[in-house]
């Protein structure tokens, strides 16, 4: 059976990396090799489906692989995501066989210190017995993908909702949620004390939207915190603009960004303290896998 090369492997590698930078350094890992499947030239043999799995045979040797940049440090894995990490971009600028070396010294490097660690053993490819790590992060990776499809398909009414819910999880008082029409550049206001006597007093904008969040809206939330103790919170099931995430940064006032990603990690967090009539915004049930990579 012919295999895939080690410089092919690398094109994987790199492709993928160049990915995630180009859409802001993080993406789930099915969207990964959605968007690089429309890249990459694949022939007949790396489309190819192993025969007991079913996995698509590129799909898996990236996986695999990814495996050795995530012990080089270029590359971090959180419920499904990909994250690039900036050691990553600069590797991302190797030759394809030169980032496979690269990463292929990195993990052997890493297995020696850790002999006991139950990583799966180097092959030119991953096998049916070697797909454990990959049916995990590809179940994971669904996982993700359907319960942002289902938040993105909620109506701005029902998503501000959830965002309240969730905050008065946190252990957040909610004094004012803004009803339908226009909000006058606040739509959640939330207290660490029931009177709004303690701070931090936040006051919250919510953006459910295809499209980034851009440095306007930032601005729009800095028009309207005027107290003392007041910060703000923008959550953005779009994301954010890099131009919206540096005028937050160079905020006078403190303001929190969150998107749909962490927005989703926050709820399955605090989903026990969610109130029960809330949980219909966002169902969700946890199925428990062994992790044997970490």
Known sequence: MSTISHERIGEYMKQAMLTLKEHGGSLPSKEVMGRLSGQLKLNEHELARYEKSGYVRWESVLHFYSINLKKAGWLRKQKGYWIITPEGEEAAKLAPADLFIKAKVAYDEWRKAHPKEQEPE???????S????????????????????????????????????LLRAMGFHIPFVAPK???????????????GAAPPRIKVQVKHRQEKCGPQTVRELLGVIRKEGEVGLIVSSGGFTTDALVEIQKSPVHIEAIDLSNLISLWQKYYEKIDEEAKHLLPLRSIAFLDDEE
Not at 122 to 128: C, G, K, M, R
Not at 137 to 158: C, F, H, K, M, W
């Open 181 to 195: 029409g226009k909000d006058g550049g606040v739509d959640i206001v939330a207290y660490k004390d029931p009177l």
């Open 122 to 128: 180097e092959t030119e490819e991953p096998t049916e």
């Open 130 to 165: 070697t797909t454990h790590s990959i049916t995990l992060e590809q179940s994971e990776s669904n996982a993700t993908a359907g319960i942002e499809e289902y938040v993105r398909n909620l109506n701005p009414y029902d998503f501000q909702d959830l965002v309240a819910a």
